[in-house]
């Protein structure tokens, strides 16, 4: 009897409001993006341009990560490893796009005699691009969700927080962090520090491994005693597309054709999303770090902004808030390691400045402070009795905006 009735609202708010709501959005953004080219103005162009690359990230790796869901099935892949490796790139492929395209942009650009200066730059803006999404990732995507849950789900308006979710993955995220930070009150960041980062995923993966293994060992015995084959997860047949305008079916050949063809669709926006980040910067006369930190952070957040309130309102709140957390151990460990290596790669191997014109990158400083404060607030109120209400909700909104004051006030400053 329970079966039959608690389905009925996630279907229609899977189905009918997040695609119908999708479409229309596109064309509000398409509307605005044709008014302002009109018009002559530039900054409403490249905004509205933002929001349009933005839904084409969402769109790409939609398909994605029910593809990557189906494959992890298929090669019995553990659900925790499979939430930290192929649901983390399916949602962070856009950070680590971004942070490759920022580097080869930036030093493409640059004269012979100048790559050191323009990688630091370009790698300065993958930083920032990073930085702001582990930031949006932690504050606004549980926001998000919060509020969705208090409004759309019918049995439980607030959103549960396990224990493990906490104890493993976001002390993890908080290790992580510390490292990052203590390696940008460097001068410099060498190619090895991308080595360490990686290494340091690995070590994450097999806990999650470890951990997996014991928790079905446990499992084993009351399985066999029932003999209840049924516990198997439900794999997606269809790979939804376009707002669910059309299904593929996801086999063994057409599974990794989407997987291929989504990645470079997700590449080549977030390629454009590079593009307008700096066209703006530049019109707006600021640095591009403090344009990344919002902008490109905020478009490359996304598709872990979906997910997650996916899967709350599937009702695996646990799910919800550790996607946040993984892909933000993702961002840190791989999506700052790859460009790293790209960036010594490309200017000869040789150390990453920290330093512009002799002084710290703008807006670096005070990043690293107000990265680690901001994360042990909100893992303190995600600890306050194991839950997100509404009001909790409105104030890590408000929490985030203070993080945007920050960007907007150093981007004056560094006028």
């Not at 009351?222 to 794999?235: F, I, N, V």
């Not at 999506?335 to 790669?345: A, D, G, Q, T």
């Not at 109120?381 to 993080?403: D, E, G, M, P």
Request: contains cysteine; aromatic residues 10%.
């Amino acid at each position: 009897m329970t079966d039959s009735v608690s389905p009925a609202p996630e279907a229609e708010f899977d189905e009918s409001t997040i695609d119908r709501t999708g479409l229309w959005v596109t064309a509000l953004v398409l509307v605005a993006m044709g008014v302002c080219w009109f018009a002559g103005w530039t900054l409403g162009w490249l905004m509205s341009g933002g929001a349009l690359i933005a839904i084409v990230i969402w769109q790409a790796c939609d398909p994605f990560a029910e593809t990557a869901q189906w494959i992890g099935g298929r090669l019995r892949i553990p659900g925790s490893v499979r939430g930290a490796t192929l649901d983390a790139v399916a949602s962070s492929m856009p950070e680590l796009f971004s942070g490759i395209f920022f580097v080869v942009l930036a030093v493409s650009a640059a004269d012979p005699s100048a790559l050191s200066e323009a990688g630091a730059e370009g790698y300065g803006a993958t930083i920032a691009t990073c930085a702001g999404s582990a930031v949006y990732n932690m504050i606004l995507i549980p926001a998000a969700v919060a509020l969705v849950v208090s409004y759309r789900r019918h049995t439980q308006r607030h959103v549960e927080v396990e224990n493990v979710v906490l104890a493993r993955d976001g002390v993890w995220f908080l290790v992580c962090e510390m490292l990052l930070i203590v390696f940008l009150y460097e001068e410099q960041m060498q190619w090895w520090h991308a080595l360490v980062f990686l290494g340091m995923y690995g070590v994450y993966l097999l806990m999650l491994v470890r951990g997996t293994y014991l928790h079905r060992k446990r499992l084993d015995a009351e399985a066999l005693a029932r003999e209840d084959q049924e516990e198997e997860e439900e794999l997606p047949t269809e790979a939804s597309c376009l707002f669910g305008l059309f299904n593929v079916p996801i086999g063994p050949v057409s599974a990794w054709t989407i997987i291929i063809v989504t990645t470079l669709v997700a590449a080549g926006a977030c390629y454009f999303l590079v593009e307008t980040t700096r066209q703006t910067a530049g019109l707006l006369g600021v640095p591009t770090f403090f344009v990344a930190v919002i902008l490109a952070a905020a478009v490359s957040s996304v598709p872990d902004t979906f997910l997650s309130i996916g899967a709350a309102m599937r009702g695996d709140d646990s799910g919800a808030i550790s996607n946040a957390f993984g892909s933000n151990i993702f961002d840190i460990c791989v999506c700052l390691s790859i460009p790293l290596l790209v960036n010594s790669y490309l200017v000869g191997w040789e150390p990453v400045s920290m330093l512009q014109d002799g002084k710290p990158i703008p807006g670096l400083v005070g990043l690293r402070l107000l990265l680690w404060v901001l994360t042990a607030v909100t893992l303190l109120v995600l600890w306050h009795r194991r839950q997100l209400t509404r009001a909790k909700a409105l104030f890590l909104i408000a929490l985030y905006l203070v993080f945007v004051g920050y960007a907007v006030t150093g981007s004056i400053w560094a006028e």
